[in-house]
């Protein structure tokens, strides 16, 4: 291997930042690194960097500054066509002059492949996307679910150990996109290919990843696998971003054995893991998940700490109840509690006590 | 569901047949559109369709000769052309009588000019004889035949009656004939003779040039497309007028300047003789010649080009040769098997216009195109506004239209005419 430095990090960005008119940084300093078969994520809201890094790593923008490095090597001075990456696109880009088969054998041809072996390739990479009867047609003659699979099978035909998906679901509904994403992670790990998957939706990101970078102006916010993201974000923007989040602003009274006592603004006092505050007196925001507050006093977890609360509305959506409260003097404040037989239906207008576990409660930047 | 379960028409809520209230209804849509388009169809049926309609009926049309002299016609007929002899003195008596009525309105001379295209001297006899006749008594001044020949020996040539006899029925394809340097011989179709075969030569002139217009057009137009289409909106909309300026000229002025840029001691001369490439002997010519007219068209041509390639390639994302660059091919491999395919539609679409624009073009070939860079098109002015033989000019404009829809027919069969897109 070329570097023993870090035998483990297959794709990895060294300090990488970029900018398109010389004023702004649309990436700064990316540093990122990932082993081979990981399936990452690059998750953000729209306008974060995540298709820039993404273009960088293809070959299609160059970094203004830093390495960039595939198994080992910096890929800075490679022209895109000799990086062997396979690439998604979010429109699928599938050649609209050519039929599904001659996408297919596109890449192999140009690797200059016969074309026993290319009719051979090419048709075992449609069988893999259950698409082996539609090798005739023309990309226009398909539906949005069966180009993606099309693009995802020439993507893969000429067996790159790397391959870039940006937002490759975005175009199909609901059903079909939970189909495909189940399909593309199966696929991913059935090969043992390294993926660099780009979206905006965190339940996809969630579900699919072995881990997700969450992107907000062009840094990663956090790096971590899905449960970890989810259950310890490390900031009030991924505790926002990531599922649904209750907050709560205040300023640190004092920390104190591993829990902050935090002061909310309405003068209410409550416990909080201390997450990034380390001294009394810095301003907070709080967050606890909707689904880890509890107000059936007989189930409230031992030494919880509780809250005043109003009921402002009760949603009913089936497998789950939403209800919204008022609570410090502000009414977005939800909790969620699963529809079981003894489950309690709170009514508009009732006084309850919520309360919930110090650790669950986050206490963040403000 | 109760109406689809019964048999017999589905009925729509009021009882009438679904498929008979559904008519009604596309009916008013129909009469609507076609009440928004009817200005735009009376003014094309009336500019464009009947003006086709009329210079395809005059080129084949030919009534002057059997409405002008009708009772010569009628004489004529059992005379045998073949014979070398000149017709019976029944036929000079109907011609008299013709051409006294003929003279009096003073239609003779039409009728000698018509004659005259196709046996130069004719119109002469015609006048001559005219001027003679409305003096007769033609009820007592036999015999006729002597008389004519009096006049003028000419009456005597059985070619000139043979012209006459060829040329009375309602009908004929003399102009077309004509248009392809053929004759009506005594025995069918023949070619004229050499020196006087123009039109074959003009025809294919015509196309050869529009030919190397349009290839040029195309070298020269792809790239600049091809940049509008990939630069940022802003500075493309700026390249853009900078496309459209020559619109804004007049044709006159932009044809005139090739002609000072061009000419023997003009701009680019002036400047190889400078550079000593070239020796002031030896100037070269290009202008009015066909490089001139080729220059200058494709100069002129070079926006309905630029037009249709620009708004093909606009269509045409960038992904696409990213996709082909991330699958591995060079830039090279990317364009041409992936965005040139793609470019084709404009393409097409840009040739079909530049190439029908130019088997047409009148003007720039006049002014810069000398005697051997002059179109197909020219003559068809010449016989419109100068020798007046508008039925030969209709011809050749038939042919033209013929030409224009052969290669339209062509190029759906080769290219597929769906595969045009103007935008
Ligand atoms: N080719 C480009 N030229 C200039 N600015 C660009 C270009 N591509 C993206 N940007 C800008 O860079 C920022 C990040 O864009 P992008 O990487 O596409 O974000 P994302 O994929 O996360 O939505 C955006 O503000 C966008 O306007
Ligand atoms: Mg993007």
Redesign the pocket.
């Given at each position: 291997m070329a570097d023993v430095s870090n035998l483990d990090a297959f794709v990895e960005f060294e300090r990488v930042q970029k900018s398109?008119?010389g004023e702004?940084l649309?990436?700064k300093d990316l540093n990122l690194s990932m082993p081979k078969g990981e399936f990452l994520t690059?998750l953000?809201?729209?306008?974060?960097?995540?298709?820039?890094?993404?273009?960088m790593l293809a070959g299609f923008?160059t970094a203004t500054h830093g390495d960039i490095r595939l198994g080992g090597t910096s890929i800075n001075n490679i022209p895109p066509h000799k990086r062997g990456i396979g690439m998604v696109f979010q429109n699928y880009a599938l050649f609209p002059h050519m039929t599904i088969a001659e996408n297919l054998s596109f890449p192999l041809e140009v690797r200059k492949m016969g074309k026993t072996d290319r009719e051979v390739k090419v048709m075992r990479a449609l069988d893999m996307v259950e698409m082996g009867a539609f090798g005739g047609r023309r990309p226009s003659q398909l539906s949005g679910g069966q180009q993606q699979r099309i693009a995802l099978a020439r993507a893969l035909v000429f067996e790159p150990e790397l391959v870039l998906m940006?937002?490759p679901l975005g175009a199909l509904d609901k059903q079909l996109r939970e189909k495909m994403q189940f399909e593309i992670t199966h696929l991913a790990h059935r090969l043992g290919i390294t993926v660099v998957y780009?979206t905006?939706d965190q339940t996809e990101a969630l579900t699919m990843s072995d881990r997700v970078a969450v992107?907000e102006d062009?840094r990663i916010q956090q790096l971590d696998p899905p449960d970890k993201l989810y259950e310890e974000p490390q900031n009030s923007f991924v505790a926002q971003f990531i599922g649904e989040n209750n907050t709560l602003e205040g300023v640190v009274k004092e920390i104190k054995g591993g829990t902050a006592l935090v002061q909310l603004d309405n003068g209410d006092l409550i416990d909080a893991k201390p997450v990034n505050v380390s001294k009394a007196g810095e301003r907070t925001r709080v967050s606890i998940r909707p689904e880890r507050v509890e107000f059936n006093k007989d189930r409230m977890p031992e030494g919880a700490h509780t809250l005043k609360a109003e009921v402002m509305e009760f949603i009913y959506m089936g497998d789950i109840f939403r209800t919204r409260l008022r609570v410090a003097g502000k009414d977005d404040f939800f909790v969620k509690t699963r529809n079981a037989p003894d489950q309690e239906r709170l009514v508009p207008g009732q006084e309850i006590e919520i309360g919930w576990l110090a650790d669950d409660c986050r206490a963040l930047d403000a | 569901m109760s109406d689809t379960t019964q048999s017999g028409p589905v009925l729509a809520a009021d009882g009438t047949p679904l498929k008979r209230s559904l008519s009604r209804a596309l009916r008013r849509q129909k009469i609507r559109a076609l009440m928004l388009i009817a200005p735009l169809l009376l003014f094309v049926l009336v500019t464009f369709i009947l003006p086709i309609g009329d210079m395809l009926f005059r080129s084949v049309e030919n009534q002057i000769v059997s409405e002008t002299l009708p009772r010569t016609v009628v004489a004529l007929k059992s005379w045998d052309a073949t014979s070398g002899e000149t017709p019976d003195e029944a036929v000079y008596a109907a011609l008299a009588i013709d051409l006294k009525m003929a003279a009096e309105a003073k239609l003779h001379t039409r009728v000698g000019s018509r004659l005259n295209y196709e046996k130069p001297g004719i119109s002469s006899l015609f006048r001559k004889a005219g001027r003679q006749v409305k003096k007769w008594d033609v009820e007592n001044d036999g015999p006729y035949k002597a008389r004519f020949l009096d006049l003028h020996k000419g009456w005597g040539d059985p070619d000139v009656w043979s012209t006459i006899q060829t040329y009375s029925p309602k009908f004929t394809n003399g102009y077309f004939l004509n248009s392809a340097d053929m004759k009506k011989g005594a025995d069918g179709p023949e070619w004229r003779p050499e020196d006087e075969q123009i039109y074959w030569l003009l025809l294919k002139r015509t196309m050869f040039m529009s030919m190397a217009i349009t290839l040029s057009c195309i070298a020269l137009a792809y790239p600049v497309a091809w940049i509008l289409a990939n630069l940022p909106a802003r500075t493309s909309n700026m390249l853009m007028i900078l496309v459209l300026l020559p619109f804004w000229t007049s044709l006159l002025v932009r044809t005139s300047a090739w002609k000072v840029m061009l000419q023997q001691q003009g701009v680019i001369n002036d400047t190889l003789v400078w550079l000593g490439l070239v020796g002031d002997d030896a100037r070269l010519a290009m202008i009015n010649n066909q490089f001139g007219t080729i220059v200058t068209m494709t100069h002129i041509l070079l926006p309905f080009m630029i037009l249709p390639m620009y708004s093909v390639m606009k269509t045409i994302q960038p992904t696409y040769l990213r996709a082909a660059k991330s699958l591995g091919a060079t830039n090279w491999t990317a364009f041409w098997r992936v965005y040139f395919p793609q470019s084709v539609p404009g393409i097409g679409a840009g040739s079909i216009l530049v190439f029908i624009l130019s088997i047409g073009y009148y003007i720039t070939p006049e002014l810069v195109g000398g005697t051997k860079g002059v179109f197909i098109s020219n003559r068809i002015a010449y016989h419109i506004s100068t020798s007046l033989n508008w039925g030969l000019a209709a011809a050749l404009g038939a042919i033209l239209l013929a030409l224009v829809l052969i290669l339209y027919w062509a190029y759906d069969k080769i290219v597929g005419i769906d595969n045009v897109k103007l935008g």
């Open positions: 398109y008119d702004n649309v990436v690059m953000g809201p729209s306008g974060s960097g995540k298709t820039t890094c993404l273009m923008e940006d937002e780009v905006h992107f062009g | -």
